[in-house]
C-alpha cells in the first residue's frame, strides 16, 4: 500500500474513533445542545505544535460565533495553528504520557477563544480537597492582561490569572483576598477520550476598571490589532493532593517561574488579527 493510503486510513480510524458520537462529555458548564451526527475535526497525529520561547501568539478572527461544547468542529479550529505549552516551570522533567499540551487561539468581538488539548494520564478533580486547594491541580491557568500594563495584580483587577478548574469555575483571588468564582468570565466544556482531554473556552475580556462588587461590567470589544498580556499553562496533579508539575506556554515566568498569579510582567502576549 502506499504511504498516502495509509496516511489516509490512519486519518480515517483516528476520525472515528474521535467522533463526537464516542466523545465521552464530563462536567459541561452552560452546555448548549450538540448534533451528535456531526464528526469532531481533531488533528492527526502528524500536527506539529510551534513552542514559542517568548510566548507572542497571534490570534486569528473567527468568521462566526464559536460554540462552547468541548467538540473542537468549529471551523476556526481547523485552520488555527496548535501552539506548545511544554515549557516545564515546576516540578521534575515529565514523561509525555505523564504530561503532554498544546492549544489554539481564536477570536471575534466579543470573545478570546481558547481550545486546549493536554494529555494527562490521570485527571484529578481540582476542588476535590476543597477551594483552598484549587490551585495544586488539575487545572488550566489562564492569565490575562487586558491592556499589557504589566505589574502587581494579586489581590486587585488590573489582570486576572484564571484557574479554569476541572468543574468549569473560573478562580482568582479578590480584593478582599479571598478566592472566588470569576465564572460569569469564562465558559468551559469538557471533553475526554482515553487520556486526552479537550477544554474548550471562551473568554470575555475585562479591563482595569472592573469592579467585583458590580453585575454590570462591560466586557472590552476585540478589535484586530489589539495586543494583550497574555499566558496559559496546567497544573498538573496526579492524584497526591500536589501540583507536580507546572508547564507553560512561555520559556520563563518570573521567580521560580511562579510570578503568574501576582505579577502580570511576566506575562507573554496576544496579538489578534484578521
Ligand atoms: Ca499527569
Ligand atoms: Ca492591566
Ligand atoms: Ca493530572
Known amino acids: 500500500m502506499n504511504p498516502k493510503a495509509i496516511v489516509f486510513l490512519k486519518f480515517l480510524s483516528l476520525s472515528l474513533i474521535l467522533s463526537c458520537g464516542s466523545c465521552k462529555k464530563v462536567q459541561t458548564v452552560n452546555q448548549k445542545p450538540t448534533n ?3 464528526p469532531c475535526q481533531i488533528d492527526s497525529e502528524f500536527a506539529v505544535s510551534e513552542a514559542k520561547e517568548d510566548g507572542f501568539f497571534k490570534a486569528h ?4 460565533p464559536i460554540e462552547i461544547d468541548g467538540c473542537s468542529k468549529d471551523a476556526i479550529w481547523s485552520s488555527a495553528d496548535w501552539y506548545a505549552m511544554n515549557y516545564l516551570w515546576m516540578g521534575d522533567k515529565v514523561d509525555p504520557t505523564d504530561y503532554h499540551g498544546r492549544f489554539k487561539l481564536a477570536w471575534d468581538n466579543q470573545y478570546l477563544y481558547i481550545l486546549v488539548e493536554v494529555i494527562d494520564q ?3 478533580p481540582t476542588l476535590v480537597n ?7 491541580g488539575d487545572y488550566v491557568e489562564v492569565f490575562i492582561d487586558e491592556d499589557k500594563s504589566g505589574g502587581n495584580h494579586k489581590f486587585n483587577h488590573q489582570a486576572f490569572a484564571y484557574h479554569v478548574s476541572t468543574e468549569g469555575h473560573a478562580i482568582d483571588k479578590n480584593t478582599l483576598e479571598k ?9 468551559v466544556a469538557r471533553s475526554q477520550e482515553g487520556n486526552t482531554h479537550i477544554w474548550e473556552m471562551s473568554i470575555k475580556l475585562f479591563d482595569n476598571q472592573f469592579n467585583e462588587n458590580s453585575t454590570t ?4 470589544k476585540i478589535s484586530a490589532q489589539k495586543s494583550i498580556g497574555f ?3 496546567y497544573g ?3 492524584g497526591n493532593n500536589i501540583r507536580e508539575h507546572f508547564i507553560g506556554s512561555k520559556k520563563t515566568h518570573g521567580n521560580n517561574n511562579d510570578d503568574g498569579y501576582i505579577n502580570s510582567d511576566v506575562f507573554g502576549s496576544i496579538l489578534f488579527v484578521e
Open 231 to 233: 499566558s496559559i499553562a
Open 217 to 220: 461590567n462591560t466586557p472590552v
Open 122 to 124: 490521570t485527571l484529578s
Open 236 to 238: 498538573d496533579n496526579d
Open 179 to 187: 478566592t472566588v468564582f470569576f465564572d460569569d468570565h469564562i465558559e
Open 130 to 136: 476543597g477551594i483552598d486547594n484549587y490551585w495544586k
Open 36 to 38: 451528535a451526527s456531526v
Open 61 to 64: 478572527k473567527s468568521k462566526s
